[in-house]
């Protein structure tokens, strides 16, 4: 099982940043694919940033350039560097790990914090 807790999500006008902390604890081997989703008011969740143990990245085309994911492979920690934000980015943003035991990859999820951004 693993748990994860988030932190620095909060209120900040257009222009500003924001660094999302998502700390993992439990009993895993180790965390494969780390990752933040986010979901605004009546639409689906999306992935924003993904980043592999190795370091390998991917963004939502949106965030490109505004955001950097990076994570801490000692302290089972994930970040999330929010810059140039825009009203556009309020949500509630979900951290996501995964494991893999053989053949099955589980997923796991925090409890979400909230990103509002003011115009």
């Known amino acids: 099982q693993v748990q994860l807790v988030e932190s620095g999500g909060g209120l900040v006008q257009a222009g500003g940043s924001l660094r999302l902390s998502c700390a993992a604890s439990g009993s895993f081997s180790r965390l494969n694919v780390m990752g933040w989703y986010r979901q605004a008011p009546g639409k689906q969740r999306e992935l924003v940033a993904s980043i592999t143990r190795g370091g390998s990245a991917h963004y939502l085309d949106s965030v490109k350039a505004r955001f950097t994911i990076s994570r801490d492979n000692a302290k089972n920690t994930v970040y999330l560097q929010m810059n140039s934000l825009k009203p556009e980015d309020t949500a509630v943003y979900y951290c996501?790990?995964?494991?893999?035991?053989?053949?099955?990859?589980?997923?796991?999820w925090g409890q979400g914090t909230q990103v509002t951004v003011s115009s």
């Open positions: 996501n790990a995964k494991t893999q035991d053989r053949a099955i990859t589980y997923d796991y």
